[in-house]
C-alpha cells in the first residue's frame, strides 16, 4: 500500500486491502430459513393490501409471503416472478422503506414492518437455483426489437418471450442489465447477481442479445419499424445533466454514474482512484451511491451537497441514513456557485439558498469545500430521442405506431428499477393485444 | 404444477379443498367469492326443514384461543344452521350450480328424526342439481337439544336410520358427517356404512368453552353474562381429526369407505396430512374465516409443489401413511434412539435442560460455558427435548444401529420385537413348541 486516506489527489490503494472486501460485503446479509419464516410469521395476510398496492409491479405480498410461512419457497417465487420477473434484483435495490414496507400495516402500526424485501431476496434467492420456472408458448412467429436491455427492455422481453413471439435485444453496451449491472451501489448486488440473474431470465428462451448494438449510430427506429412487428424501447437516460457553473471543464470532476459504473465493473477495487476530498452534488440516489463507495474506497471526507431541503431528497431517509452511517455528511440548502482550481479541481464554492415556494433563491453567504474530486449526480436526462418521437416533459411521451416504451426513458412513474418493470411488462402485453388482434 | 383434480364419489372438483358447511357456504355471494379465489367445492351450510326460519343469537356467536401476536389457534361457535328461508337457498343454489359446473356443490341437511322429514326435504333439493348431501350429525349446540345434529350422530342406530332414509328417497352421492363428541369415531362411521352412506367427513366441531371471562365470571363468547359450550375448530382441533380419520381409515369394518377430512386444515400440510391419512377431499372453514378465501391459493401451490417435489400424484398421495398407523403393541420396541445436541446449533437457553433435569430422565449435563450435551446412559429418546427447544434441528433423535449397545440398558440392540411378545407381558404367549 502506497496510499492511504491522507494521500492528496484523486489516488488508488488508499485502504489495505483487506479493507476493500470487508466494506464491499453484502450491505444487507440473506435471511437464514429460520429466520425467514419468524419473518414471514408476522404478515397479517392483509386485505387488498396495502403493501401490493405500493407494489408498482403489484406482486401479491400477503401470498408469497405465506409460501415462505409454509415452507414452499419456490412457490413463493413464482409468485412474485408472475408479476416481477427481476423480483431477485428488486428485492436487493428497491427502496422498500417508501414503497411496501412503508405502507405494511405493522409499519403504520409498530414502526416495524415486515421484512417483504428481505423475504423477497429469501424466495428469489432459492428459487433461482433450481432453474428458470416458466415455459414458452407456442411460437407465434411474430419479431419484436426490444431496445436496451435494462430491467424495462428485458422484462419487456421475458412477457413477450413467454407468449410465444421471437425477440431480439439491441443493446449499446458490452454486457445486458441495465443500470442493474452498471447503476447501483455494488453493496447491493454482489457476486455478480444482476448477469446471474439475466442469463436465468434468458433461460425461458426465445430471446436473441445482440450486444454492442446501439440505436442512432447502428440502426436507425425505421430499420426496425420496418423489419419488425412491433418495437419497444427501453433506452433509459443516457444525457448527464451539468452544473452549467465556473469551472466545470477542471479535471477531477466527472458524472457520479459514471463512477459508479466504473466501480462495478472493476475485477480489483484497489486500483480504482478515488479522492481524499470528495464532494457529490445531488440528492437522488445515485448521489448516496456514489458517496458511499467514495467512503469505502478510503476518501477521507465525502460530502453530498444539495440545494434544497432533506424532505426534499429524492434518497429515502434510510439512503440517507446509511449514507451518515458511513460517515459521508449532508449538507443541504446549498448550491454550488463556482469550482474552484488550475488545471485539477481544489475547492468548490457554494452558496446557500432558500427555498421560497418551490423556487429556489441563493443568499449572500457562501462557503467552500475542499475537493479534490467532484461527482455530478443532480439528474440524468434523455438523449438523442429518435424521429417520430414525441418529447413529454423531457421523456418519451408519445410514439408511432407500432411502438412502445418504457422505463426511465418514457414518461410516468418513477426513475426505478421496479417502476422500469412494470412498464416493461405492461408494454409486452399491450403488444401481445396488438399482435394478436385481441 | 401437479394435477389436483379430484374425484370423490364421481363428484368432480379441480382440487381436492372443499369450504366445509358453515357460515362461508351461507349464500350466493359468499359462494361466488369462493369459487372465483379458486375452492374446488362448497357444502352449502346446513339446510332445515322448511318453516319458520332458525333463530340465532344477537350477541357474539364466535370465541377465539390465540397464540402470540394474536394468532388464532381455535375458534368456537354456537351458530345455527342456516337461518335463511328454504326456498331462497334452493334458488340461490340452483343459480350456482348452472354458473359453476366443474366445481363439487353438496347441500349440507338437517331435518328432524323421522321419515317424512327427510323424504320430504330430499324431495325439495332434488331440482337444484347439487352433487351430493352431507347429512349434519354433527352440530353440537343448538340443534342437539332439538334432538338433531350431535344428538342424532351420537347414537349409531339413528345414523343408520337415517342414512338408510336418505339412500332410498335420493340418488344422490351421501355423505355422513360425524360428530367427534363420543368416545369412538369407529361406531357411528360403521353405522353409517351400514346404512348406506358413500362417505363419511369428520370432525364437525368439538364441544367448548373457550376461556372464562374473570371480571364477569361468565363463559365466552358471552350473551347478556351468560356463555354456553360451542363448537370447537380451527387448527387446534387438527390432532384430534386426524386420529378420528385414522381410526376409519384403518378399522377393517370402515376402511375403504371413502373419508373427506375436517379439522384445522390452515395450510396445504395440513391438507396434504389429511389426504395422506386417506382423505379424498379435505374441507376447510376456519382458515377460510381467519384469512378470507384467498388462502386457498396457498393450499393450491403448496400441495402442488409438494408432489412435484416427491414425484408424487394426488393418488399416489391418498392413504400413503395409513398402513403406518398402528395400535401401540406393535410399536417395536427395540428401536432405541438417543437424543443429540448439536453445539453448532445451540443457542445455550437451557430449555432442554430444564426441561430433562426437572421433568424428566436427568439425561442432559450442563457444563461450563452453559454447554448442554446428552448423558447417553440416562436418555430415554422421550423427545422432550426436541418439542421444547427454539431452534428447529438442533436437538434430533438418532437412532441406534442394530448390534450396539445401549448404555442405558446394557442390552444389545437387536431385531423388531413388540410389547405382544414381551417377557414383561403377563399376557404375552411363547411361541408354539
Redesign the interface.
Known amino acids: 500500500m502506497t496510499n492511504s486516506k491522507l494521500t492528496p489527489g484523486i489516488v488508488a490503494g488508499r485502504l489495505p486491502a483487506p479493507d476493500y472486501e470487508r466494506n464491499f460485503l453484502d450491505h444487507t446479509p440473506p435471511l437464514e430459513v429460520h429466520e425467514a419464516r419468524v419473518a414471514a410469521d408476522r404478515c397479517y395476510f392483509c386485505h387488498d393490501a396495502p403493501c401490493m398496492t405500493a407494489c408498482p409491479t403489484a406482486i401479491d405480498i400477503p401470498l408469497f409471503i405465506r409460501q415462505i410461512a409454509t415452507a414452499t419457497p419456490e412457490a413463493a417465487a413464482k409468485t412474485i416472478w408472475s408479476q416481477n420477473i427481476l423480483g431477485g434484483i428488486c428485492a436487493r435495490v428497491c427502496p422498500t422503506e417508501t414503497l411496501c414496507e412503508q405502507a405494511c400495516v405493522r409499519e403504520v402500526a409498530e414502526g416495524k414492518p415486515v421484512e417483504i424485501g428481505r423475504l423477497q431476496r429469501f424466495a428469489t434467492d432459492y428459487a433461482m437455483e433450481k432453474g428458470h420456472p416458466f415455459v414458452r408458448e407456442a411460437s407465434t412467429g411474430r419479431r419484436i426489437a426490444v431496445v436496451g436491455a435494462g430491467p424495462a427492455g428485458l422484462a419487456c422481453a421475458h412477457r413477450l418471450a413467454m407468449k410465444g413471439h421471437d425477440v431480439v435485444i439491441f443493446e449499446r453496451r458490452s454486457k445486458a442489465g441495465g443500470l442493474n449491472e452498471f447503476g447501483i451501489a455494488s453493496y447491493k448486488s454482489t457476486g455478480g447477481f444482476a448477469q446471474r440473474e439475466v442469463d436465468w431470465l434468458l433461460q425461458i428462451g426465445g430471446i436473441e442479445l445482440r450486444l454492442g448494438a446501439e440505436l442512432g449510430r447502428d440502426f436507425a427506429l425505421q430499420d426496425l419499424r420496418e423489419e419488425y412487428d412491433a418495437v419497444f424501447l427501453g433506452v433509459g437516460l443516457q444525457g448527464v445533466n451539468l452544473l452549467g457553473t465556473e469551472g466545470e471543464d477542471l479535471a477531477g470532476i466527472s458524472n457520479a454514474v459514471d463512477f459508479i459504473a466504473e466501480l462495478r465493473q472493476a475485477e480489483d477495487l484497489s486500483v480504482l482512484p478515488v479522492g481524499r476530498d470528495v464532494v457529490v452534488i445531488g440528492g437522488g440516489m445515485t448521489a448516496v451511491d456514489a458517496a458511499v463507495q467514495s467512503r469505502l474506497l478510503g476518501a477521507e471526507n465525502v460530502t453530498i451537497v444539495y440545494r434544497r431541503g432533506q424532505d426534499q431528497m429524492s434518497a429515502s431517509a434510510h439512503e440517507q441514513e446509511h449514507a451518515t452511517s458511513k460517515g459521508v455528511r449532508i449538507i443541504h440548502n446549498a448550491a454550488p456557485l463556482r469550482l474552484i482550481g488550475k488545471g485539477q479541481v481544489e475547492a468548490v464554492e457554494f452558496a446557500y439558498t432558500a427555498d421560497e415556494g418551490g423556487r429556489l433563491r441563493l443568499l449572500p453567504e457562501t462557503f467552500t469545500l475542499r475537493a479534490d474530486q467532484v461527482l455530478r449526480a443532480i439528474g440524468q436526462r434523455l438523449t438523442g430521442l429518435p424521429d417520430g418521437i414525441e418529447a413529454r416533459g423531457g421523456k418519451i411521451g408519445a410514439a408511432p405506431a407500432r411502438v412502445w416504451a418504457g422505463g426511465d426513458c418514457a414518461a410516468g412513474g418513477e426513475d426505478l428499477t421496479v417502476t422500469a418493470v412494470a412498464e416493461g411488462r405492461d408494454a409486452a402485453e399491450a403488444i401481445h393485444l396488438h399482435l394478436c388482434g385481441l | 404444477m401437479a394435477d389436483l383434480t379430484t374425484n370423490f364419489l364421481g363428484i368432480r372438483s379441480p382440487n381436492p379443498f372443499w369450504l366445509a358447511s358453515a357460515p362461508p357456504t351461507d349464500k350466493e355471494y359468499n359462494v361466488e367469492r369462493a369459487f372465483e379465489a379458486g375452492w374446488g367445492g362448497v357444502v352449502w351450510k346446513t339446510l332445515g326443514a322448511e318453516g319458520p326460519p332458525v333463530v340465532n343469537v344477537n350477541g357474539p356467536r364466535y370465541g377465539a384461543v390465540w397464540g402470540a401476536?394474536r394468532?388464532l389457534l381455535g375458534l368456537n361457535n354456537i351458530e345455527l344452521i342456516t337461518d335463511r328461508p328454504l326456498q331462497v337457498n334452493l334458488d340461490e343454489i340452483k343459480r350456482v350450480r348452472r354458473k359453476w359446473r366443474d366445481r363439487a356443490l353438496i347441500i349440507s341437511l338437517m331435518v328432524p328424526c323421522d321419515e317424512d322429514s327427510w323424504k320430504d326435504i330430499l324431495a325439495k333439493i332434488e331440482d337444484t342439481e347439487a352433487d351430493g348431501v352431507e347429512l349434519n350429525f354433527g352440530c353440537p349446540h343448538g340443534m342437539a337439544e332439538r334432538g338433531m345434529g350431535s344428538a342424532v350422530g351420537q347414537v349409531p342406530e339413528y345414523i343408520e336410520m337415517v342414512t338408510r332414509w336418505v339412500k332410498q328417497y335420493s340418488r344422490m352421492p351421501c355423505i355422513v358427517k360425524l360428530t367427534p363428541n363420543i368416545s369412538d369415531i369407529r361406531k357411528p362411521a360403521e353405522a353409517a356404512r351400514r346404512g348406506g352412506a358413500d362417505a363419511v367427513s369428520l370432525i364437525n366441531t368439538i364441544n367448548s368453552i373457550t376461556s372464562v371471562n374473570l371480571d364477569s365470571f361468565s363463559p365466552e363468547p358471552m350473551i347478556d353474562g351468560k356463555g354456553s359450550h360451542g363448537g370447537y375448530c380451527g387448527p387446534a382441533v387438527k390432532p384430534i381429526a386426524l386420529n378420528m380419520v385414522a381410526e376409519i381409515a384403518r378399522n377393517p369394518a370402515t376402511a375403504g369407505l371413502p373419508i373427506s377430512g375436517i379439522g384445522g386444515v390452515t395450510?396445504?400440510?395440513d391438507a396434504a396430512e389429511f389426504i395422506a391419512l386417506g382423505c379424498g377431499t379435505v374441507q376447510a372453514c376456519t382458515v377460510a374465516m381467519t384469512?378470507?378465501f384467498?388462502?386457498v391459493?396457498?393450499l393450491i401451490?403448496?400441495l402442488?409443489?409438494?408432489l412435484d417435489e416427491k414425484g408424487m400424484t394426488l393418488e399416489e398421495l391418498r392413504g400413503r401413511a395409513v398402513p403406518n398407523v398402528t395400535d401401540w403393541q406393535h410399536l417395536n420396541l427395540n428401536y432405541v434412539a438417543k437424543a443429540h445436541i448439536s453445539q453448532d446449533d445451540c443457542i445455550k437457553c437451557g430449555r432442554c435442560y430444564a426441561a430433562c433435569e426437572d421433568t424428566s430422565h436427568q439425561a442432559i449435563a450442563m457444563g461450563p460455558g452453559r454447554v448442554f450435551t446428552v448423558k447417553e446412559e440416562e436418555c430415554v429418546a422421550c423427545n422432550l427435548c426436541v418439542n421444547v427447544c427454539p431452534?428447529?434441528n438442533c436437538i434430533t433423535m438418532e437412532p441406534m444401529a442394530k448390534g450396539q449397545t445401549d448404555p442405558r440398558t446394557g442390552q444389545v440392540v437387536g431385531d423388531y420385537a413388540n410389547w405382544t411378545t414381551h417377557p414383561n407381558n403377563p399376557a404375552a404367549r411363547p411361541a408354539a413348541e
Open positions: 401476536d394468532r395450510t396445504w400440510r384469512y378470507g384467498k388462502v391459493q396457498e401451490s403448496g402442488s409443489e409438494y431452534v428447529e
